[in-house]
């Protein structure tokens, strides 16, 4: 039986042997797991932000940096899927203003200056944390569907609210609510 | 205390990654002094990692892993190890106001040209910022001790986060951290504390014009200059 989110903790003993020992065959099980993952995130029957090619691109580029930044990776604040995640959304940014930014004058601040990768918290006991990523996958999987969507949209392609408004001809207001509707269902399980 | 803090609607775009780049500062900012909030985007990013977990794998080219290994290997041999530029961080500023400014704001001051203030009223002055994008202006503000501005409304949504000291308008003070925002058509005069001066960070959409009368005369808010 499948069971992803109990095996995030191999995911993050892996990532870390990465990071520590610069690991190649752990990083290769690492790529075999994450890799298509991120593709499917990016380009997949649900998500179409990226064309397959580009999707291929960002594979590449997300990769090379989980390669490079292994060592900063810290099991106790983050498991391995959700630190990939901001690595990979800062990938995407980075490579979606490239085309757009005027370089000479964006004041030196980079994409990690305004997105934390490892933002700093509360001292958290690991066990704490393990328990709240497993109960934020369930809790997700538990969402009704016009919920989740809304979610997907603004995730995985990097959709605004008012784009996704837009997109499925709802008000704005109505896509803010199942947001925070969705939000206050996940929040009420961390807080049990 | 901060008592004002970005809906969760706009905290969720910035952790997605969807939110423009100018509003994604201010909202970073006030993540990186606000420990409830950055509590928030924790959990917020574990979303993303488990929506990351759970999506349908899509087959990558066979040579995909070839190609990132041998990436790594001729960046490993070539020590394409970032040259930390440890840019010694060339405060410009000896200013208290600036002293505890959160890390990316002081990034981005040292980044630019040395701040240079313009007189927008008797009670504010404004230095605007190059962030790099077109869309919206960045910009510090700073009100006189007990310094009224002129009345005034928004045509575009601006957001203010509070850095040093604090100001009140018709709906509440606003101190240190506090993030406000303020939808098009929305009329405010805020007045800083007597006691001390008052420097915001803003980041707005569109020109705000003066509502008073003979602010078409004297609209110091006219000139809006993105960046």
Redesign the interface.
């Known amino acids: 039986m499948q069971a ?2 109990s095996r ?1 903790d191999d995911w993050s003993e892996l990532l870390t042997l990465v990071g520590a020992q610069r690991d ?1 065959a752990a990083f ?1 099980r690492l ?2 797991h ?8 990016h ?5 179409q932000a990226f064309s ?1 090619e580009a ?2 691109e960002l ?2 580029e997300v ?2 940096r989980v ?2 930044k292994a060592p900063s990776f810290d099991a106790r604040k ?2 391995a ?6 690595v ?3 990938c ?2 980075d490579m979606l ?1 490239r085309n ?4 000479h ?5 980079d994409v990690e ?4 990768e490892a ?4 001292p958290l006991l690991f066990l704490q944390q393990k328990r ?2 497993q109960d ?2 369930a809790g ?2 538990a969402l009704p569907a016009e919920q989740s969507h809304v ?2 949209k ?3 392609e ?4 008012s ?1 996704i408004s837009a997109e499925l001809g709802l008000p704005l207001g109505t896509v ?1 609510s199942r ?2 509707l969705a ?1 206050k269902k ?2 009420a399980i ?1 807080g049990r | 205390m901060i008592r004002h803090h970005p809906e ?2 706009l905290l ?8 423009p ?1 100018a509003l ?2 201010v909202v ?1 900012a006030h ?2 002094l606000c ?1 409830q909030c ?2 928030q ?21 066979a040579d ?2 070839q ?3 041998g ?2 290997a001729s ?1 490993e041999q070539g020590a394409e190890q970032e040259a930390i530029t440890a ?1 010694a961080a060339a405060t410009k500023n000896a200013d208290p106001l600036f002293a505890r400014l959160p ?2 704001i002081r ?2 001051v ?3 040209e040395p701040l240079k203030w313009k007189r927008v009223s008797p009670a504010l002055r404004m230095s605007r ?6 869309r919206y202006e960045v910009a510090f503000h700073r009100i006189h001790s007990g310094g009224k501005v002129a009345e005034h409304d928004h045509r575009g949504r601006e957001i203010t986060l509070v850095l040093y000291g604090s100001f009140s308008d018709k709906d509440g003070v606003y101190g240190e951290g506090d993030f406000l925002v303020r939808e098009p058509g929305e009329i405010h005069r805020p007045i800083a504390t007597q006691d001390q001066e008052c420097l915001c960070f803003s980041v707005v959409e569109a020109p705000v014009t003066i509502t008073g009368p003979l602010g078409w005369l004297i609209n110091p808010f006219l000139s809006f200059r993105p ?1």
Do not use: C
Request: charged share 25%; glycine share 6%; net charge positive.
């Open positions: 992803p989110e995030d190649r290769e790529f075999h994450f890799a298509p993952l991120i593709k499917g995130f380009h997949s029957r649900n998500a397959a999707a291929d594979v590449q990769m090379f390669w490079r983050a498991s899927s959700t630190w990939i995640y901001t990979m959304r800062n995407r940014i203003r757009s930014r005027r370089q004058e964006d004041g030196g601040v200056d305004l997105w934390d933002p700093d918290n509360q709240n990523e934020i996958a997700l999987r979610l997907e603004a995730y995985m990097g959709k605004s609210h784009e803010k947001v925070r939000l996940l929040q961390l | 969760n609607n969720l775009e910035y952790a997605a990654g969807s939110l780049w994604s500062l970073a993540v990186q420990p950055r509590s985007y924790q959990t917020m990013n574990r979303v993303g990692g488990s929506l990351l977990q759970d999506v349908e794998p899509q087959p990558l080219p995909a892993l190609r990132l290994m990436r790594i960046a840019k890390r990316v990034k981005l040292d980044g630019n910022l190059h962030t790099g994008q077109e960046g």
